[in-house]
């Protein structure tokens, strides 16, 4: 009886280890928005009624970081589970810290993508929104392990403006401002950005129709509240908030999440498919404010943790707990392990900086499987930090190293390097480990990889 006994409890953590079904995968993210935007994460401006009840329903992770604060590096760490320094896309020269249209720059097409990984396990890929790790056909979702694109290339704040800058790489040349693309071809340029969050939810509910019947990967990355200074949204939602045009686009994505659970439901998937929600990175500094990342520190852009630190909530009924939390540390750069185990997939036989959430997103007491986070902003490595305590690297602005515990000072206002000295010695180790590992500034790191690199790039047209 008692070897009865042990053997079910053996059966049981397994199940919880590594659950039977292969499940589909919803990956949402909202574009700039703020740790505080939405109301399971505090927010009292936007009403966001689908978020309350994805967070009820399932798990806030209110430790959850980008691998950086803008963009272009955010998704390449998300894409191939990597630092963006690692994949070369921390910083170009040509663009700086985001990729610029018409870059020569992009993520490169030996990299191992989230999508290539579930592709290969037998899943039906899609990517609908804002991709923004290259324009050049070679860089593009669908040769990156998308069965189907659609959207923009890069954000939705690449206007006239922007284009004037890269004039003389085109000499003279006219290129379409926006270009809407499905696939590799531009179907409208300017895209209409009030209709992209309508759009793009139209796609998504298309393509969850024409797969409900086999596991598929959606990464429907929102190209709203935007890049933009001034964000985007349809006629319905216009003018509607208590936040103007920031809070009636939040608000647009919040009924975007609705038609996504709705369709879940009407095609019998919903326990089936683990839903993840979250933002590439925090909400950037305006004046007037637009975004929040309270309680947080700082502002998107940054190393700050309003920079860095992003909403998430995931869901998964029956597999993870409901109206539940975790505080351990977990990052973008997991949900390729993450996935790729729950799927049954093969990791790609290369170094990765991603680590497996689920026993974090799945059970009460699990712990990070992260020793340690680095946070990067641009060339430097800024900062890192392990289950509590952040440091501060010095810098030629901040000469002297700067500790915060982010357990009970996530503002970052309260310097305490002085009374844990040891704390600061062993995040200086680990920040110099590193600095080998992936480089800092002008120091080469050992295991860093290519940027994709096109040979002629051209604008996408029509």
Same mark, same amino acid.
């Given at each position: 009886?008692?070897?009865?006994?042990?053997?079910?409890?053996?059966?049981?953590?397994?199940?919880?280890?590594?659950?039977?079904?292969?499940?589909?995968?919803?990956?949402?993210?909202?574009?700039?928005?703020?740790?505080?935007?939405?109301?399971?994460?505090?927010?009292?401006?936007?009403?966001?009624?689908?978020?309350?009840?994805?967070?009820?329903?399932?798990?806030?992770?209110?430790?959850?970081?980008? +691998?950086?604060?803008?963009?272009?590096?955010?998704?390449?760490?998300?894409?191939?589970?990597?630092?963006?320094?690692?994949?070369?896309?921390?910083?170009?020269?040509?663009?700086?810290?985001?990729?610029?249209?018409?870059?020569?720059?992009?993520?490169?097409?030996?990299?191992?993508?989230?999508?290539?990984?579930?592709?290969?396990?037998?899943?039906?890929?899609?990517?609908?929104?804002?991709?923004?790790?290259?324009?050049?056909?070679?860089?593009?979702?669908?040769?990156?392990?998308?069965?189907?694109?659609?959207?923009?290339?890069?954000?939705?704040? *690449?206007?006239?403006?922007?284009?004037?800058?890269?004039?003389?790489?085109?000499?003279?040349?006219?290129? /379409?401002?926006?270009?809407? *693309?499905?696939?590799?071809?531009?179907?409208?340029? /300017?895209?209409?950005?009030?209709? *992209?969050?309508?759009?793009?939810?139209?796609?998504?509910?298309? $393509?969850?129709?024409?797969?409900?019947?086999?596991?598929?990967?959606?990464?429907?990355?929102?190209?709203?509240?935007?890049?933009?200074?001034?964000? $985007?949204?349809?006629?319905?939602?216009?003018?509607?908030?208590?936040?103007?045009?920031?809070?009636?686009?939040?608000?647009?994505?919040?009924?975007?999440?609705?038609?996504?659970?709705?369709?879940?439901?009407?095609?019998?998937?919903?326990?089936?498919?683990?839903?993840?929600?979250?933002?590439?990175?925090?909400?950037?500094?305006?004046?007037?404010?637009?975004?929040?990342?309270?309680?947080?520190?700082?502002?998107?852009?940054?190393?700050?943790?309003?920079? *860095?630190?992003?909403?998430?909530?995931?869901?998964?009924?029956?597999?993870?707990? +409901?109206?539940?939390?975790?505080?351990?540390?977990?990052?973008?750069?997991?949900?390729?392990?993450?996935?790729?185990?729950?799927?049954?997939?093969?990791?790609?036989?290369?170094?990765?900086?991603?680590?497996?959430?689920?026993?974090?997103?799945?059970?009460?007491?699990?712990?990070?499987?992260?020793?340690?986070?680095?946070? $990067?902003?641009?060339?430097?490595?800024?900062?890192?930090?392990?289950?509590?305590?952040?440091?501060?690297?010095?810098?030629?602005?901040?000469?002297?190293?700067?500790?915060?515990?982010?357990?009970?000072?996530?503002?970052?206002?309260?310097?305490?390097?002085?009374?844990? /000295?040891?704390?600061?010695?062993?995040?200086?180790?680990?920040?110099?480990? +590193?600095?080998?590992?992936?480089?800092?500034?002008?120091?080469?790191? +050992?295991?860093?990889?290519?940027?994709?690199?096109?040979?002629?790039?051209?604008?996408?047209?029509?």
């Amino acid at each position: 009886m008692r070897f009865l006994f042990l053997f079910i409890a053996t059966a049981l953590v397994a199940h919880a280890e590594v659950p039977p079904n292969r499940p589909n995968f919803i990956l949402i993210m909202a574009d700039n928005l703020g740790y505080g935007d939405i109301g399971p994460f505090g927010s009292k401006l936007h009403r966001t009624p689908n978020l309350d009840r994805m967070a009820r329903e399932g798990r806030k992770l209110t430790s959850f970081y980008s +691998a950086s604060g803008v963009c272009t590096p955010s998704r390449a760490a998300l894409m191939t589970g990597s630092y963006p320094r690692r994949v070369g896309l921390g910083w170009t020269a040509e663009d700086g810290h985001v990729l610029r249209p018409v870059s020569p720059n992009g993520l490169h097409p030996k990299e191992i993508t989230i999508a290539e990984v579930l592709k290969k396990a037998g899943y039906a890929t899609a990517c609908i929104g804002k991709w923004h790790l290259g324009d050049q056909p070679e860089f593009l979702p669908t040769r990156q392990g998308f069965d189907y694109f659609l959207g923009l290339p890069y954000s939705d704040d *690449m206007t006239h403006a922007t284009g004037q800058r890269i004039g003389e790489r085109l000499r003279g040349k006219q290129w /379409p401002l926006l270009p809407w *693309m499905e696939n590799e071809k531009v179907i409208e340029a /300017p895209a209409n950005r009030n209709q *992209m969050t309508q759009r793009e939810t139209a796609a998504a509910l298309k $393509f969850i129709a024409a797969n409900k019947a086999k596991p598929f990967f959606l990464y429907l990355p929102h190209n709203m509240p935007g890049s933009s200074r001034a964000p $985007f949204s349809s006629a319905a939602f216009r003018g509607k908030s208590k936040n103007g045009a920031w809070g009636d686009a939040v608000e647009e994505l919040d009924w975007a999440l609705g038609q996504i659970f709705a369709a879940l439901k009407k095609h019998k998937i919903d326990e089936r498919t683990l839903v993840i929600w979250t933002s590439d990175n925090g909400a950037p500094r305006r004046n007037p404010p637009q975004g929040s990342n309270g309680p947080l520190g700082g502002w998107g852009y940054t190393t700050a943790e309003g920079g *860095m630190r992003v909403p998430a909530i995931v869901r998964w009924p029956g597999f993870i707990p +409901a109206n539940s939390t975790s505080d351990e540390l977990g990052t973008l750069m997991d949900l390729l392990p993450t996935f790729a185990k729950l799927a049954k997939a093969k990791l790609p036989e290369r170094a990765l900086d991603g680590k497996n959430l689920w026993r974090i997103w799945s059970s009460a007491n699990a712990k990070s499987p992260h020793k340690y986070f680095f946070y $990067f902003h641009t060339k430097h490595l800024e900062a890192v930090r392990d289950g509590r305590w952040k440091l501060v690297l010095p810098s030629k602005r901040n000469p002297k190293p700067k500790l915060f515990d982010l357990k009970t000072d996530a503002a970052e206002k309260h310097n305490v390097a002085a009374q844990h /000295p040891n704390a600061v010695k062993r995040l200086h180790a680990a920040a110099e480990a +590193a600095r080998v590992d992936l480089g800092d500034g002008e120091r080469k790191g +050992a295991n860093v990889r290519a940027v994709g690199r096109a040979k002629k790039p051209t604008p996408r047209v029509r």
